[in-house]
Antibody
Framework: QVQLVQSGAEVKKPGASVKVSCKAS????????INWVRQATGQGLEWMGW????????GYAQKFQGRVTMTRNTFISTAYMELSSLRSEDTAVYYC???????????WGQGTLVTVSS | SYELTQPPSVSVSPGQTASITCSGDKLGDKYACWYQQKPGQSPVLVIYQDNKRPSGIPERFSGSNSGNTATLTINGTQAMDDADYYCQTWDSSTVVFGTGTKVTVL
């Protein structure tokens, strides 16, 4: 069965960077895009960007341009999302999600809580 | 940038029908998806391509999309359907989520 397993919770200081991983299993990793979505406590879903694991091509939401980097390691079927220059407003649960046909996000990771606090 | 607007909340009695709207400019020209999210859990896809249900999603969930509005309908609502619901589409190479609707089953 398709699974996306994310790395554990992180606590970071303002100005630092965080890198979250998302390990895929149960399907061919290079055949589907990986999207990243975040959700602050009590707030809605916010899309951050996508990555094509086959080509490495990426597309980022304008809000995160210059601060986010999405990469992958195809040998271990793992996608990464790195967010830099963290501020308190970046405190949120970060999800990876597989991008299927017709722009649906059909499988989601369990989420990674990133807390930014001095 | 493209925006999708949902009502903040919808209340429904068990066994009744809940309808959640999602409004966006010419949304009917795009594909719409819907996600269900329960507290402390990851979102779950319940409708894609306007009206298709993934395997495992109950038949009581249905969707439509026309004009400027997509609609998620839950027939015979059950207590387990109490959750947040988000619509989603794709515009100019960007995923766009709706503002979210809290469905309360009273």
């Amino acid at each position: 069965q398709v699974q996306l397993v994310q790395s554990g919770a992180e606590v970071k200081k303002p100005g630092a960077s965080v890198k979250v991983s998302c390990k895929a299993s149960g399907y061919t990793f290079t055949s589907y895009d990986i999207n990243w979505v975040r959700q602050a406590t009590g707030q809605g879903l916010e899309w951050m960007g996508w990555m094509n694991p086959n080509s490495g091509n990426t597309g980022y939401a304008q809000k995160f341009q210059g601060r986010v980097t999405m990469t992958r390691n195809t040998f271990i079927s793992t996608a990464y999302m790195e967010l830099s220059s963290l501020r308190s407003e970046d405190t949120a649960v970060y999800y990876c999600a597989r991008g299927g046909s017709y722009s649906k996000l059909d499988y989601w990771g369990q989420g990674t809580l990133v807390t930014v606090s001095s | 940038s493209y925006e999708l607007t949902q009502p903040p909340s919808v209340s429904v009695s068990p066994g009744q029908t809940a309808s959640i709207t999602c409004s966006g400019d010419k949304l009917g020209d795009k594909y719409a998806c819907w996600y269900q999210q329960k507290p402390g859990q990851s979102p779950v896809l319940v409708i894609y391509q306007d009206n298709k249900r993934p395997s495992g999603i109950p038949e009581r969930f249905s969707g439509s999309n026309s004009g400027n509005t997509a609609t998620l309908t839950i027939n015979g609502t059950q207590a387990m359907d109490d959750a947040d619901y988000y619509c989603q589409t794709w515009d100019s190479s960007t995923v766009v989520f709706g503002t979210g609707t809290k469905v309360t089953v009273l």
